[in-house]
């Protein structure tokens, strides 16, 4: 017999810890290798951790919920193998740091090692790709796992025994990525979240919303760039006149002939991206005793789809058409809808630029996506008499607001960046700027 640990994977780039969201299993357990175990839920993504090997679940060391760095034993399994009796094996990760003690120990999970969705039903993002890849309806697979789930064993099996159940495989959309709207990494660790929550008397009725593991992740995140980073905020008005009359022009051709919207959004990405080419400082991050400035270009924009914001990367924004833009624009927002973003479409941003004017809004100040060093919010466009060559006009006007982390940028170089990315939307024209 053997006692083999079973270690918190590392499952990002940038990743240094996570939360085991779900156990899936309880201590005397059998399990095979390749058993899902547990789901993990870090900054990036919602994932299981497998099984290495077959044997008896020992003990499960980590409570649901409690967040442990990368390389953490979450919980032993014992196998019949001959060996030692304390293993070191891990699952599929490269733990970046020494195994540390944990303090917490619990014999049995706090909560069903199965949830269930409003629908009855729930998926790991394992099983969710697979049955997309092969376009399997789950709701005809029998699930061997703990309570019925269905694990990516199970369909692995009807895949390799030709047996796959193909009509409607909808439960593919359901959604199991998560990533909060702020944080690229968790470099620096800083305990944010406070130890004690104050009370809340309110008075008259009142409904008490759970905070899901999303949520969590989410508001963690946010205090974390909040308290890191000094943000400082300017704002300027553009006449976006000619760039709306461009884009009206195009856009009905564009639809049909593309497939998708010539959206004012990849104008603004474009702009960006160029004016980020002579500016380099807005495209860099602070790391303590030095700052480090990204080559490439990669723009990280906002999606909000089935509760959740999503924060997907365009990757080299520079190198790419208006076209080419917009279309990653549309294909990450399908796939965010879906459910089906992986943690590669989340990973590498270095600005941020936030259509908030989607929702109406003329003027916001964004929360700094951690470690970068600025994000742009691109307000709503809206009509208003402008004084134009000593004449009133009505004009296209939108606001741009820049955040910026005050370590690395001041004002002299955020409002020169500003100014240009403000005269690159107000050249835009069909003779000046080229969506192809």
């Known amino acids: 017999m053997a006692l083999e640990n079973i270690l918190m994977p590392k499952l990002g780039e940038s990743v240094t810890e996570g939360a085991i969201s779900s156990w899936l299993v309880q201590p005397g357990q059998h399990v095979e290798k390749y058993d899902a175990l547990a789901e993990v839920l870090t900054d990036k993504v919602l994932a299981e951790i497998p099984s290495s090997f077959a044997g008896t679940i020992k003990e499960i060391l980590v409570v649901e919920d409690d967040v442990v760095p990368i390389g953490t034993v979450v919980c032993t399994i014992e196998t019949e193998d001959e060996g030692s009796v304390e293993g070191d094996s891990t699952v599929d990760s ?5 195994t540390p003690s944990v303090s917490k120990k619990v014999t049995s999970p706090s909560k069903a090692p199965v949830k269930q969705s409003e629908t009855g039903a729930r998926f790991s993002p394992a099983v969710l790709k697979l049955a997309g890849e092969h376009n399997i309806d789950l709701a005809q697979v029998s699930g061997s796992g703990a309570g019925g789930r269905i694990t990516r ?35 620096v660790k800083i305990e944010t979240v406070p130890q004690s ?16 593991g999303v949520r969590k992740a989410i508001a963690k995140h946010m205090v974390e760039s909040k308290q890191t980073i000094p943000h400082a905020w300017m704002m300027t008005e553009v006449d976006a006149t000619n760039l709306v009359n461009y884009r009206n022009e ?28 002579n500016f380099p400082m807005l495209n860099s991050s602070w790391a303590g ?10 723009i990280s924009i906002a999606i909000a789809a089935n509760d959740v914001l999503f924060v997907p990367v365009i990757k080299h924004a520079d190198e790419k058409s208006i076209k080419g833009i917009a279309r990653e624009i549309n294909e990450l927002a399908i796939k965010a809808k879906k459910g089906k973003l992986t943690a590669a479409d989340m990973e590498g941003g270095t600005f941020t630029v936030n259509s908030t ?20 919010q691109v307000e709503a466009i809206v009509k208003r008499p402008v004084v134009v060559n000593e004449m009133i006009g009505i004009r296209d006007m939108v606001n741009l607001c820049l955040s910026i982390d005050h ?7 955020a409002g020169a960046f500003l ?5 690159t939307v107000e050249r835009m024209t069909e003779e000046t700027t080229s969506i192809y």
Do not use: C, W
Request: charged share 20%; net charge neutral; glycine share 8%.
């Open 94 to 98: 490269e733990p970046t740091a020494p």
């Open 153 to 187: 064993k199970d369909l692995l099996k009807l895949i390799e025994n030709g047996q796959v159940p193909t009509t409607g495989a909808a439960v593919a959309e359901e959604n199991h990525i998560v990533v909060p709207p702020v944080a690229e990494s968790a470099t």
């Open 197 to 212: 929550v104050p009370s809340v008397n309110m008075g008259g009725s009142v409904v008490e919303i759970p905070v899901s």
């Open 250 to 277: 195009l856009k009905n051709k564009f639809k049909k002939e593309e497939g998708y919207n010539l959206t004012y959004f990849a104008f603004f990405v474009k702009a960006v991206a160029q004016t980020l080419k």
């Open 289 to 298: 005793d030095k700052i480090i400035q990204n080559k490439d270009i990669n």
């Open 357 to 376: 004017g989607s929702f109406g809004s003329i003027q916001s100040m964004g929360i700094i996506n951690h470690p970068q060093a600025a994000i742009l």
């Open 407 to 413: 370590r690395v940028l001041d004002g002299m170089m």
């Open 419 to 423: 100014k240009q990315v403000k005269e």
